[in-house]
């Protein structure tokens, strides 16, 4: 099992570019979520999923778009990098509430 | 705001010694889980507890929850120079939102 996987690992974008940031998992876990780390932080929830076809908002959703069509992938969607998400963000997976955690991309908006 | 919230935020203690970090949340949970953070890696999962558990051992570490006072500690017994690390409570809802605290920033001293 590659358990969960995320590219790229690094990105830079200017203001106002759009980019998908990547999250695939193969443990046929239902539910995955995204959270961004700022510097000195903890993990803020963006979008979750409770299986394929349904999404939902977390905490912080604004500025980015989730799909969920199969169980494995999870992609993020930044409409139009700003750079207040200048960010590292992690995708995890979870099954019976025990959370398995990508490696995170670091993302830089300049 | 976020749902948790850890004490403290910076522990400084010798190898050998005992390290304790508290975790206090909002609303009622599924479990709480806690998970180390070495500097600029990935999340790392130690240990969950269910809400209706009150006590966890696993190696060296201890939790304990109480549901009543809506708090959580963790007890690193014996620290070793290898603990330092940044650790962090998290919580899962009933409405499978999960949500980090700030963390604490434990550093043990060889």
């Known amino acids: 099992n590659a358990g969960v996987t995320q590219t790229p690992k690094f990105q830079v974008l200017k203001t106002g570019q759009s980019m998908t940031l990547q999250c695939a998992q193969d443990?046929?876990?239902?539910?995955m979520s995204w959270y961004r780390q700022d510097p000195g932080m903890g993990l803020r929830l963006i979008h979750y999923s409770v299986g394929a076809g349904i999404t939902d908002q977390g905490e912080v959703p604004n500025g980015y778009n989730v799909s969920r069509s199969t169980t494995e992938d999870f992609p993020l969607r930044l409409l139009s990098a700003a750079p207040s998400q200048t960010s590292v963000y992690f995708c995890?997976?979870?099954?019976?509430?025990?959370?398995?955690f990508g490696p995170g991309t670091r993302l830089l908006v300049l | 705001s976020q749902q948790g919230e850890e004490d403290p935020q910076a522990l400084s203690i010798q190898e050998g010694e005992n390290a304790t970090m508290n975790c206090s949340y909002k609303?009622?949970?599924?479990?709480l889980q806690w998970y180390r953070q070495n500097s600029g890696r990935g999340l790392v999962h130690l240990i969950l507890i269910r809400s209706n558990e009150r006590e966890k051992h696993s190696g060296r570490l201890r939790v304990t929850l109480d549901t009543s006072k809506k708090s959580s500690s963790l007890l690193i017994t014996a620290s070793r120079a290898a603990d330092t690390a940044s650790y962090f409570c998290?919580?899962?809802?009933?409405?499978?939102?999960?949500?980090f605290g700030s963390g604490t920033k434990l550093n043990v001293k060889p």
């Open positions: 609303t009622s949970i599924n479990n």
């Open positions: 995890a997976s979870s099954l019976a509430g025990a959370f398995f």
């Open positions: 443990m046929n876990h239902e539910y």
């Open positions: 998290a919580t899962l809802d009933n409405f499978n939102k999960f949500y």
